[in-house]
């Protein structure tokens, strides 16, 4: 058990050491940064609104990290984010219970999940293909739902998801960190992780060996969907309207970043769901560090391409056999 | 028939009953006028759609084309605003800048091995965001030059007019048909596509050819930036959003093979137009939103991947058949 513990230690280190660089960074800059207060029965705060505000791509973060370790992508967060935005609004606008609504929306996450799962695993079509389709497609229909409007709404109930608390935090928070806790104990606590890793590695080899490769692809786009469906409904209940053109605009690549950064490789295989949440929260903290230090946010995009560029160097296998031929020579004197 | 040339004969079909079909209902479509204005309105398009069948072939990606068209557009306008150059001075300048800008990306994908898809998204980072820190505000672009270069069209008879940049849109085309069906770099790139270890053995230069691929792209990239600022008449960081989308789903239409290793130029041109024709037709019918747009390219999309699917079945079906023939 203690080298289970040694070796996750291992694994989240680099993304915690650069989460920690990134904060203590922001708080050189702006001495102001770690002053948490409580104020109105929840806590508020720099590191609080990181924590709040980069919750659509945590929750996005959670599906893409098993996506991307079956050697998939999803392409089709962000479109599935406006479409789920935009039945949540259009229901409750139309009288339907809170219960009712968010069953139906979380629903139609569902559905677009199983869609691009049966278009990968079952037709075999590339992944980046077979999502790009829904996210063309999605947000027209998401336009569609709306009716080219951008639906606004009253409803104290489902706005609270957005912007109420709960255990003195932002409700977005809690619901982050139950859905990581409950994503991590399923797929760590069962054999589905190491299912999930096996047919990332090599689909024909699991297959032979008796995974139900089929079933569990369409399983993790679905919950992708899932999780895109719930990222939709916070940002929605934040804003307390459907914008069909920008909810989620780009969240995609935001959160393909996080599993990047969290230390996952895009070829599939081994993945760690908590250092693609940790991921996550590093973009969201630079996000937020490049604005309380007043640098204009223009340098956001450029610093983020830095940063990519910088773990692509990295993660590249070109460096990594030059690195396992280095280790070799100097084991072998 | 050659089963490689399905996907562009159904193409061509759908384009042809399509524009059938709106010619049945408004028979204005038909008029040069119309043809004249599907060319301007989708000159960047086509122009960008060209450096991403290349790609496409090559078994690549280029997300960062809708950022370099971006960043072409604020470019122009900060040079011209800021400097005393001439706009065809700063057209150099800035082809240069998105050619090498490919290139950078065709050699990180070549020397990290990493895949294009992430290098390219990195790319698109950098390119909208040099945008932003040159100019956050749309800027109007008024210079003699520009509103002469706007001015010149070839009367078509029938009182349609094809625009330079419309007129442009066809040279590049004819230039990249020439160039991959025609050049060995173009071989190069469809042996590419067929797969690198391969073309390797053949013989092909993979290095060179991956950066030409990308430098080729950036510089239509660049062109397809000029050719957008001239029919807006700004530079705009937020513009051109999610052209890289457009340009991959015309050139799918146009029945190249997202795996790469076959495809036509000539292709992706349809592709742009069918693309064009849907928007024509949603604003002649005028009751229709225009959200139908993203719905129909959509579906075209999935029609078109599933055709692929099929035919790259059967190949292989009658590959296995002659297999078990010949033993």
Known sequence: ?333 | MNPRLLPLAVTVLIFVVAYAVCYAQFPAMLSTRVIGNLLTDNAFLGIAAVGMTFVIISGGIDLSVGSVIAFTGVFITVMLRDTSLHPLAVFAILLGLTTLFGAAMGMIIHVLRMPPFIVTLAGMFLARGLAYILSVDSVPITHPFYEWLQSLYWLLPGKGRLTLIGGLMLLVFAFGILLAHRTRFGANVFALGGGVQTARLMGVPVARTTVAIYALSGFLAGLSGIVFSLYTSAGYSLAAVGVELDAIAAVVIGGTLLTGGSGFVAGTLIGVLIMGLIQTYIIFDGTLSSWWTKIVIGALLLVFIMLQKGLLSLADRRRSLRASGNT
Not at chain 1, 26 to 47: E, K
Not at chain 1, 50 to 64: F, Q, S, W
Not at chain 1, 78 to 93: E, F, K, N, P, R
Not at chain 1, 190 to 213: C, H, K, Y
């Open chain 1, 1 to 333: 058990m203690n080298g289970t513990l040694a070796r996750f230690g291992r694994r989240i280190a680099p993304q915690l050491v650069t989460l920690a660089v990134v904060v203590a960074m922001i708080g050189i800059v702006f001495p102001g940064f770690f002053d948490i207060s409580i104020a109105n029965g929840r806590l508020y705060g720099s590191p609080i609104d990181i924590l709040n505000r980069g919750a659509p791509v945590a929750l996005l973060a959670i599906g893409m990290t098993l996506v991307i370790a079956t050697g998939g992508i999803d392409l089709s967060v962000g479109a599935v984010m406006a479409i789920c935005g935009a039945i949540a609004a259009t229901l409750i606008v139309d009288g339907y219970s809170l219960p009712a609504t968010l069953a139906l929306s979380l629903g139609a996450g569902l559905l677009c999940g199983l869609w691009n799962g049966l278009l990968v695993a079952v037709l075999g079509i590339q992944p980046i293909v077979a999502t790009l389709i829904l996210m063309v497609a999605g947000r027209g229909i998401a336009q569609l739902v709306t009716e080219g409007m951008i639906r606004t709404f009253s409803h104290h109930g489902f706005a609270s998801l957005g912007s109420g608390n709960l255990l003195w935090l932002p409700t977005p928070v809690v619901i982050w960190v139950c859905a990581g806790i409950l994503a991590t104990l399923v797929v760590r606590r069962t054999a589905l992780g190491m299912l999930i890793e096996a047919v990332g590695i090599n689909r024909r080899a699991s297959m032979l060996a008796g995974v139900n490769a089929r079933l569990l692809i369409v399983t993790v786009y679905m919950v992708s969907g899932l999780c895109a469906a719930m990222a939709g409904l916070i940002v929605t209940a934040d804003i307390r309207g459907a914008d069909a053109n920008n909810a989620g605009l780009f969240l995609e690549l935001d959160a393909i970043l996080a599993v990047v950064v969290g230390g996952t490789s895009l070829l599939g295989g081994h993945f760690s769901l908590i250092a693609s949440l940790i991921g996550a929260m590093i973009i969201q903290a630079i996000n937020t560090g490049i604005l309380v230090a007043g640098f204009p946010p223009e340098f956001n995009l450029v610093i983020k391409a830095c940063i990519v560029l910088a773990i692509l160097v990295l993660q590249s296998p070109a460096l990594q056999g030059a690195a396992m031929l280095f280790s070799r020579t100097k084991g072998q004197p």
